[in-house]
């Protein structure tokens, strides 16, 4: 799987703090049963407190990535294959919030348009009725006409 150089890093960093264990997350505990992290719910909620970010599970994570990815145009059997996702169902989840961020886009637009009527959006026809691209080209038309004669 490939992954950034930043991620690279972070797992480098955790070999080298996991040194002397078979494993990437040993237990903290010598009284464990195994010898390895077996939840990571505590671990990360410890983690969120400590950096002071309001609690949000792993899962969220994954949806993040997904959509962020989705968002961006990436080809949705390759967000499939990066999530290690084999139920092209569940992708539409992702799928369904990339839509619905277009859909903001568009209402954010149209919003804007709202606000600056006067210079956003489509041309208004003046009093001189040469508003629009249409209009115009039906004039530019008659006018041309006009010239021939």
Known sequence: MPMTELAWQAFK??????????????????????????????VWATTLQRAGVTHFSLYELRHTFA????????????????????????????????LNMMREALARLDRKANEHSETFGTAKPSQANFGTVLVQKRQLGRLWKSWKL
């Open 13 to 42: 960093e955790r070999m080298e703090e996991a040194k002397g264990s078979e494993y990437l997350f040993p237990s903290p505990s010598p009284r464990a049963t195994k010898p390895y992290i077996t939840s990571l719910k505590k």
């Open 67 to 98: 959509t962020r990815l989705s968002a961006r145009d990436v080809a949705d059997h390759f967000v499939n294959q990066m999530l290690r996702q084999g139920d092209a169902g569940v992708f539409k989840r992702y799928s369904q919030a990339k």
